[in-house]
């Protein structure tokens, strides 16, 4: 069993992700902790804010990531299939994208307001590199369908790298928060360059054309309850911070958002395992194979890091504190354990609800959408403290992972 689970896909693949991914949450991790050092507690709640902001701006891309992987791994290699789906989606992407970002450009006076930004140019900048994070997702996508794993980390390792010492660069130069937001959009220049270059140079050894008869409503028909997936999942991962921005005080709002970053590095440790679940999943599904020991043993895994997590930031919270962000965030200490509860649940919620569209039970959906619906509603009635935000977003991710597990359960009784 051990030898058939170190020469497996799954492995071999968690393993290459897992490297790429170690590489990107320690610049994403360096880059949080050199700008919560050079910037604040009060910049440095802004700065959250609005990479906040990018999370919503790049749902469509996540509902279109899911699809795109599932119809990329279901083409079982053929590249001319794929190559030509990639030349056909690419084209109606840019259109669509470039309407939606062009209204949303007119819209930066009232996301500034929101924000309390301090000049509309920063939301500009945030805006214009979701645009092209849009173009890098799909790129990753198409890697991650076609198991090219290496490719896959390489792009996500070029973009946070480039952010973490773009960004240092330009806020020690005295740019400040200026700075630190406009290496969003040079790191994901570089991602998408990069990862464009490779797939088009495939594209062009496979002497591909664009097929006219690609069937878009299948497409679409899937794309529809994932959107709904990625708007409920990014309400639920970062929400909160855009609403700790609004509610409270500055300095507050700084501590929670270095206490969010401290409980997003659990999730960041188990995003390996679901990128390698789903295509693998879905695959053997397609292939009419036996699926579930994937999901099984990607569920353990996930389990295991999040407990671990979870143990050391409850007994330590300081020491871990004091690495991430230095004494003046020590203050945050007694909230950490109850952070690492919340994406203890969420991590696991995740895994579930991708390996349900993976398998194409996309209805679940709906425990997502009350559940970003129950949060918000939530923070609008408790937003007095960091504990009552806290204490809402515990409540709702321990009942959402409850309710996905319990309709896995019915589902595995079914198939007996």
Not at 163 to 178: D, H
Not at 250 to 257: F, L, R, T, V
Not at 339 to 368: D, E, G, Q, R
């Given at each position: 069993?051990?030898?058939?689970?170190?020469?497996?896909?799954?492995?071999?693949?968690?393993?290459?992700?897992?490297?790429?991914?170690?590489?990107?949450?320690?610049?994403?991790?360096?880059?949080?902790?050199?700008?919560?050092?050079?910037?604040?507690?009060?910049?440095?709640?802004?700065?959250?804010?609005?990479?906040?902001?990018?999370?919503?701006?790049?749902?469509?891309?996540?509902?279109?990531?899911?699809?795109?992987?599932?119809?990329?791994?279901?083409?079982?290699?053929?590249?001319?299939?794929?190559?030509?789906?990639?030349?056909?989606?690419?084209?109606?992407?840019?259109?669509?994208?470039?309407?939606?970002?062009?209204?949303?450009?007119?819209?930066?006076?009232?996301?500034?307001?929101?924000?309390?930004?301090?000049?509309?140019?920063?939301?500009?900048?945030?805006?214009?590199?979701?645009?092209?994070?849009?173009?890098?997702?799909?790129?990753?996508?198409?890697?991650?369908?076609?198991?090219?794993?290496?490719?896959?980390?390489?792009?996500?390792?070029?973009?946070?790298?480039?952010?973490?010492?773009?960004?240092?660069?330009?806020?020690?130069?005295?740019?400040?928060?200026?700075?630190?937001?406009?290496?969003?959009?040079?790191?994901?220049?570089?991602?998408?360059?990069?990862?464009?270059?490779?797939?088009?140079?495939?594209?062009?050894?496979?002497?591909?054309?664009?097929?006219?008869?690609?069937?878009?409503?299948?497409?679409?028909?899937?794309?529809?309850?994932?959107?709904?997936?990625?708007?409920?999942?990014?309400?639920?991962?970062?929400?909160?911070?855009?609403?700790?921005?609004?509610?409270?005080?500055?300095?507050?709002?700084?501590?929670?958002?270095?206490?969010?970053?401290?409980?997003?590095?659990?999730?960041?440790?188990?995003?390996?395992?679901?990128?390698?679940?789903f295509p693998l999943v879905s695959r053997k599904q397609a292939e009419k194979k036996n699926y579930r020991n994937v999901f099984v043993f990607s569920f353990v895994a996930v389990l295991a890091v999040c407990v671990a997590i979870v143990i050391a930031?409850?007994?330590?919270?300081?020491?871990?504190?004091?690495?991430?962000?230095?004494?003046?965030?020590?203050?945050?200490?007694?909230?950490?354990?109850?952070?690492?509860?919340?994406?203890?649940?969420?991590?696991?919620?995740?895994?579930?609800?991708?390996?349900?569209?993976?398998?194409?039970?996309?209805?679940?959906?709906?425990?997502?959408?009350?559940?970003?619906?129950?949060?918000?509603?939530?923070?609008?009635?408790?937003?007095?403290?960091?504990?009552?935000?806290?204490?809402?977003?515990?409540?709702?991710?321990?009942?959402?992972?409850?309710?996905?597990?319990?309709?896995?359960?019915?589902?595995?009784?079914?198939?007996?």
């Open positions: 069993m051990i030898k058939n689970i170190l020469v497996s896909k799954f492995f071999r693949g968690s393993l290459i992700v897992m490297l790429g991914s170690v590489l990107v949450n320690i610049s994403n991790y360096l880059y949080h902790l050199f700008m919560g050092r050079l910037l604040g507690p009060v910049d440095y709640g802004l700065l959250s804010s609005l990479i906040a902001l990018t999370y919503f701006l790049g749902v469509p891309a996540g509902a279109m990531n899911l699809q795109i992987v599932k119809y990329v791994s279901q083409e079982k290699g053929d590249k001319n299939k794929i190559f030509s789906f990639y030349l056909w989606f690419i084209k109606k992407l840019f259109i669509v994208s470039l309407v939606i970002f062009t209204l949303l450009l007119v819209a930066t006076p009232w996301f500034s307001g929101v924000l309390k930004a301090t000049t509309p140019w920063l939301a500009i900048i945030v805006i214009i590199s979701s645009f092209l994070s849009i173009f890098v997702s799909f790129n990753q996508s198409v890697f991650q369908g076609l198991f090219q794993f290496s490719w896959f980390s390489l792009t996500g390792v070029s973009q946070y790298g480039s952010k973490l010492l773009v960004g240092v660069i330009l806020v020690l130069l005295g740019t400040r928060i200026f700075g630190a937001v406009f290496s969003l959009f040079i790191s994901a220049l570089i991602a998408l360059l990069l990862s464009s270059l490779i797939l088009l140079n495939e594209a062009k050894k496979a002497k591909v054309r664009i097929n006219r008869s690609i069937r878009s409503k299948r497409i679409i028909s899937y794309i529809v309850p994932a959107l709904l997936f990625n708007l409920s999942f990014t309400s639920l991962y970062s929400v909160d911070i855009i609403l700790a921005r609004y509610f409270l005080p500055a300095i507050e709002s700084g501590y929670y958002s270095a206490l969010s970053v401290m409980g997003k590095s659990m999730f960041f440790a188990i995003t390996p395992f679901a990128s390698v679940m930031y409850t007994l330590t919270p300081e020491f871990f504190i004091n690495i991430f962000y230095g004494v003046k965030y020590l203050p945050i200490g007694q909230y950490l354990s109850i952070f690492a509860y919340i994406f203890l649940f969420f991590s696991l919620a995740h895994l579930l609800m991708n390996y349900f569209f993976s398998i194409n039970k996309t209805k679940v959906v709906a425990f997502y959408v009350i559940a970003a619906v129950a949060q918000a509603i939530g923070f609008f009635i408790m937003h007095d403290s960091i504990i009552q935000f806290a204490q809402v977003s515990l409540f709702v991710v321990f009942f959402l992972f409850v309710a996905l597990s319990l309709q896995y359960l019915a589902n595995e009784k079914k198939k007996l």
